[in-house]
């Protein structure tokens, strides 16, 4: 599957952008926003507009302390969107006007963006501010899109120019088929080595086609008759000595590889145990409904101390508790130990991602889940859950059908989540469960409490 389109939207503070990306990602969460501990970084959302799916990025937050520093911050807030994204969505105020800040914003995009820019005009919530926006024409771009993201006036319109410009994604003969396994992790865990190490191996077939040996990004081979593709996030801390830039490219890497792969592999460091960034980067994984693993490198290091080992594989269970689920596979990428035996819990959580529950066998479940433990009433209403079914295995999907949705709070599809993880595994892999108002056509009589 080819990477998403990457669009980055870039602007002054306060013209609106995390208005702008909340209003084109819609319904969907962005990717980070859900990871425990990061909730104030919304930076990263998919948007799917006519058949096509894009991958857009805030470059907000820089908020300046001083006016001396805004040159400095807009020039690292637009070089950085820069370097990653297919397209560049310059906003600006129209209630406020223009600005020198714009105008700094503005020549260094012309000056040094090799990727199409679009300006846009935002908070035009009328006819006259709209006819207001033709001050903008000064930056030097050939089109100022007028928006209001707050109400979604001219959205629409903005994301037919973005169609317009990006090329449709071709499918090409270098598209090799296999599962497609994403090693992600932050910078200095070791990713480069362990691929490497799997590359390097004798029972790993790397495929002689051109431009794909050895590729920094996909890397096709073939290991013990299993074709797999290996999607390589390393290298990243090579594109700036800044601590805040080399976060903000381990974690767009990880996230455009997630969405184009089958499995994870979240590499974690032995030594250094679980951080702030490894916990936002697994949920990069879970929020994409991507089947994971824990693998933890450098393990040679600690694994002589019995005592230590056991103490480090509990603390990074205990500070990645949301991810339960994922197996663990402790190796060494320097010495090779272990690490070949990461390919049977691949197959092994990918056998589980596709597992299918026969309908009748679903709906005899949740009835017994429901017996055992009923949902509270919702303001004096009682809650009927009237039948499940498997929407999707990848990640595994499950619908209820209830009488009141909003009424069923998160505690209790957690508590259904749980009983379904115990019963079928689907181990290393997220289950989701949706809520759907309605009575479904086959369905001969509801789950409620006291059936």
Same mark, same amino acid.
């Given at each position: 599957?080819?990477?998403?389109?990457?669009?980055?939207?870039?602007?002054?503070?306060?013209?609106?952008?995390?208005?702008?990306?909340?209003?084109?990602?819609?319904?969907?969460?962005?990717?980070?926003?859900?990871?425990?501990?990061?909730?104030?970084?919304?930076?990263?959302?998919?948007?799917?507009?006519?058949?096509?799916?894009?991958?857009?990025?805030?470059?907000?937050?820089?908020?300046?302390?001083?006016?001396?520093?805004?040159?400095?911050?807009? *020039? %690292?807030?637009?070089?950085?969107?820069? &370097?990653?994204? !297919?397209?560049? #969505?310059? /906003? +600006?105020?129209?209630? =406020?006007?223009?600005?020198?800040?714009?105008?700094?914003?503005?020549?260094?995009?012309?000056?040094?963006?090799?990727?199409?820019?679009?300006?846009?005009?935002?908070?035009?919530?009328?006819?006259?501010?709209?006819?207001?926006?033709?001050?903008?024409?000064?930056?030097?771009?050939?089109?100022?899109?007028?928006?209001? *993201? %707050?109400?979604?006036?001219?959205?629409? &319109?903005?994301? !037919?120019?973005? #169609?317009? /410009? +990006?090329?449709?994604? =071709?499918?090409?003969?270098?598209?090799?088929?296999?599962?497609?396994?994403?090693?992600?992790?932050?910078?200095?865990?070791?990713?480069?080595?362990?691929?490497?190490?799997?590359?390097?191996?004798?029972?790993?077939?790397?495929?002689?086609?051109?431009?794909?040996?050895?590729?920094?990004?996909?890397?096709?081979?073939?290991?013990?008759?299993?074709?797999?593709?290996?999607?390589?996030?390393?290298?990243?801390?090579?594109?700036?000595?800044?601590?805040?830039?080399?976060?903000?490219?381990?974690?767009?890497?990880?996230?455009?590889?997630?969405?184009?792969?089958?499995?994870?592999?979240?590499?974690?460091?032995?030594?250094?145990?679980?951080?702030?960034?490894?916990?936002?980067?697994?949920?990069?994984?879970?929020?994409?409904?991507?089947?994971?693993?824990?693998?933890?490198?450098?393990?040679?290091?600690?694994?002589?101390?019995?005592?230590?080992?056991?103490?480090?594989?509990?603390?990074?269970?205990?500070?990645?508790?949301?991810?339960?689920?994922?197996?663990?596979?402790?190796?060494?990428?320097?010495?090779?130990?272990?690490?070949?035996?990461?390919?049977?819990?691949?197959?092994?959580?990918?056998?589980?991602?596709?597992?299918?529950?026969?309908?009748?066998?679903?709906?005899?479940?949740?009835?017994?889940?429901?017996?055992?433990?009923?949902?509270?009433?919702?303001?004096?209403?009682?809650?009927?859950?009237?039948?499940?079914?498997?929407?999707?295995?990848?990640?595994?999907?499950?619908?209820?059908?209830?009488?009141?949705?909003?009424?069923?709070?998160?505690?209790?599809?957690?508590?259904?989540?749980?009983?379904?993880?115990?019963?079928?595994?689907?181990?290393?892999?997220?289950?989701?469960?949706?809520?759907?108002?309605?009575?479904?056509?086959?369905?001969?009589?509801?789950?409620?409490?006291?059936?």
């Amino acid at each position: 599957m080819a990477p998403l389109t990457t669009i980055a939207i870039v602007g002054r503070p306060n013209v609106g952008k995390s208005t702008l990306f909340n209003r084109m990602v819609g319904g969907r969460r962005a990717i980070v926003e859900a990871t425990p501990g990061v909730t104030r970084d919304r930076n990263y959302g998919t948007v799917e507009w006519r058949g096509r799916s894009f991958l857009l990025v805030d470059t907000g937050g820089f908020e300046p302390k001083a006016p001396s520093r805004i040159a400095q911050q807009v *020039a %690292e807030q637009a070089q950085l969107a820069m &370097e990653e994204a !297919d397209l560049i #969505l310059f /906003l +600006v105020d129209a209630r =406020e006007g223009l600005t020198p800040v714009d105008e700094e914003i503005a020549l260094l995009l012309r000056k040094k963006a090799e990727k199409p820019v679009m300006l846009v005009a935002n908070k035009v919530d009328t006819a006259v501010r709209a006819s207001e926006t033709a001050e903008f024409y000064r930056l030097g771009f050939s089109e100022v899109l007028p928006v209001s *993201a %707050e109400h979604g006036t001219g959205v629409g &319109e903005l994301l !037919d120019g973005v #169609l317009a /410009l +990006v090329s449709p994604v =071709e499918e090409t003969p270098a598209a090799v088929e296999g599962v497609t396994i994403a090693v992600i992790g932050r910078p200095n865990v070791g990713k480069s080595s362990l691929v490497n190490r799997i590359l390097g191996e004798p029972r790993v077939i790397v495929s002689p086609d051109p431009g794909t040996t050895r590729d920094a990004v996909d890397t096709p081979f073939t290991y013990q008759g299993q074709r797999y593709v290996l999607v390589d996030t390393a290298g990243i801390r090579s594109k700036s000595r800044m601590s805040h830039r080399v976060e903000y490219y381990s974690i767009l890497r990880a996230v455009k590889a997630v969405e184009c792969s089958d499995v994870a592999l979240i590499l974690l460091d032995a030594v250094t145990g679980v951080v702030r960034q490894d916990a936002r980067i697994a949920g990069i994984a879970t929020q994409a409904g991507c089947a994971s693993i824990l693998v933890v490198n450098k393990w040679d290091l600690v694994e002589k101390r019995a005592r230590a080992a056991d103490e480090h594989l509990r603390r990074i269970r205990e500070e990645l508790g949301h991810l339960d689920y994922a197996p663990v596979v402790c190796v060494s990428a320097l010495t090779g130990q272990r690490v070949f035996k990461i390919f049977p819990v691949v197959e092994r959580v990918l056998k589980e991602r596709d597992r299918r529950i026969p309908p009748d066998e679903l709906d005899r479940f949740i009835g017994e889940a429901v017996a055992a433990h009923p949902p509270s009433s919702a303001q004096g209403r009682p809650i009927t859950i009237w039948s499940a079914t498997q929407l999707a295995s990848r990640p595994p999907t499950f619908g209820l059908f209830v009488n009141d949705p909003k009424g069923i709070p998160p505690s209790y599809v957690r508590y259904l989540v749980n009983r379904l993880r115990k019963a079928y595994g689907f181990e290393g892999n997220p289950i989701r469960l949706t809520l759907r108002r309605g009575r479904p056509f086959r369905r001969k009589s509801p789950h409620a409490p006291g059936d």
